[in-house]
């Protein structure tokens, strides 16, 4: 049946715990990773899990290398779990062949996802691209740059930001 076609083209959801903390409600394919569903410790996520079909699949290794590297480019690795890397790593598998949207709300995992050209969505309603990037501020001039660990005027360290809002 033609429904059927259009099933089969609908969005993939690379989930982490925000999902299922949340209940959000997704039309279209659920995806997490085992380490994820370890995570889950309260019962009403675990029901809203398994009501929503989850498909459980393990990360592969070279995607988690790829996200790995570009994480410690932004210096968002300091921020990212071992878990934080397995969903990026599943997100960066998909989006690569499918439609793919990864449904968080940690900041670090949605900056690192934005860099590795992966869609991101909250799972809960606040917005995300007010703290979106992070930049770097020097710790002798206080000047800011996009990254560096090394300010390239006085030569003081850097230190990781949130970036601000232009006035
Ligand atoms: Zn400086």
């Not at 209940?23 to 370890?38: A, F, M, Y």
């Amino acid at each position: 049946m033609k429904l059927n076609c259009l099933k089969n083209q609908a969005m993939i959801y690379i989930a982490d715990a925000s999902l299922f903390i949340t209940g959000k409600r997704l039309e279209g394919e659920v995806i997490t990773v085992p380490s994820v569903v370890g995570e889950l410790r309260d019962e009403s996520s675990r029901t809203i899990m398994e009501l929503m079909n989850v498909r459980v699949e393990p990360p592969l290794r070279s995607f988690r290398e790829e996200v790995r590297v570009k994480a410690r480019v932004t210096k968002d690795s300091e921020e990212l779990s071992s878990t934080d890397i397995d969903i990026l790593a599943k997100a960066l598998e998909y989006s690569e062949r499918e439609e793919t949207i990864l449904v968080t709300d940690d900041f670090a995992v949605q900056n690192t996802a934005i860099q590795l050209g992966i869609k991101v969505m909250p799972a809960a309603q606040r917005t995300i691209k007010d703290v979106l990037l992070w930049e770097k501020l020097c710790i002798g001039c206080k000047r800011r740059f996009p990254e560096g660990d090394v300010c390239p005027v006085c030569g003081s360290p850097m230190k990781k930001v949130r970036k601000s809002k232009v006035k």
